[in-house]
T-cell receptor, first 114, second 115 residues
Framework: NAGVTQTPKFQVLKTGQSMTLQCAQD?????MSWYRQDPGMGLRLIHY???????DQGEVPNGYNVSRSTTEDFPLRLLSAAPSQTSVYFC?????????????FGQGTRLTVV | AQTVTQSQPEMSVQEAETVTLSCTYD???????LFWYKQPPSRQMILVIR??????QNATENRFSVNFQKAAKSFSLKISDSQLGDAAMYFC????????????FGKGTRLSVIA
């Protein structure tokens, strides 16, 4: 199993550009989520999904969009990149609600917005 | 807002010694897991240990163990016989109070291991 795969691993964007961070899992997990990690802030939830066609906002959703058309994929879209979105982004998935079972994480995407 | 508090931003330990990382949380769930994740410089998030809240016995995984105090909502991680490879960020995580929201993470503790 590949687990959770995130692409790209590194990205530099100019302010105002848009892009999509890809996340795919091959474990048939229903729950998927996106976090951002900033120094001294831990991991903060951006958006999450409890199944195909169902998404919801987390703690820091502004400036990001998500969709979940399949169980396997959960892309994160930056609509108009800003320097404040410079961060490391993690995608995670779990078989059921993450309160009960562990979450599996991708290797992260380091995004720099200049 | 729900909070999980890791009160030690940085800690250090001598190789082969024991260190304890602290974590407190405020979930209103009655049955849940608590997790400690390790993040080495590679950025990968690695599950270290998990504790089921309804179990009174503290979880143990080799050199890693927890001290779980449910009433106090405290969940500390003890690393015995510390090794250089234990140097990393450690995050405590617990379930959100609301609906289907995924895990809530603390801000992390950076552990250094001194040879």
């Amino acid at each position: 199993n590949a687990g959770v795969t995130q692409t790209p691993k590194f990205q530099v964007l100019k302010t105002g550009q848009s892009m999509t961070l890809q996340c795919a899992q091959d474990m048939n997990h229903e729950y998927m989520s996106w976090y951002r990690q900033d120094p001294g802030m831990g991991l903060r939830l951006i958006h999450y999904s409890v199944g195909a066609g169902i998404t919801d906002q987390g703690e820091v959703p502004n400036g990001y969009n998500v969709s979940r058309s399949t169980t396997e994929d959960f892309p994160l879209r930056l609509l108009s990149a800003a320097p404040s979105q410079t961060s490391v982004y993690f995608c995670a998935s779990s078989y059921s609600r993450a309160a009960i079972l562990e979450a599996f994480f991708g290797q992260g995407t380091r995004l720099t917005v200049v | 807002a729900q909070t999980v508090t890791q009160s030690q931003p940085e800690m250090s330990v001598q190789e082969a010694e024991t260190v304890t990382l602290s974590c407190t949380y405020d979930t209103s769930e009655s049955d849940y897991y608590l997790f400690w994740y390790k993040q080495p410089p590679s950025r990968q998030m690695i599950l270290v240990i998990r504790q089921e809240a309804y179990k009174q016995q503290n979880a143990t995984e080799n050199r890693f163990s927890v001290n779980f105090q449910k009433a106090a909502k405290s969940f500390s991680l003890k690393i015995s016989d510390s090794q250089l490879g234990d140097a990393a960020m450690y995050f405590c995580a617990y379930p959100s109070n609301s609906g289907n929201t995924p895990l809530v993470f603390g801000k992390g503790t950076r552990l250094s291991v001194i040879a």
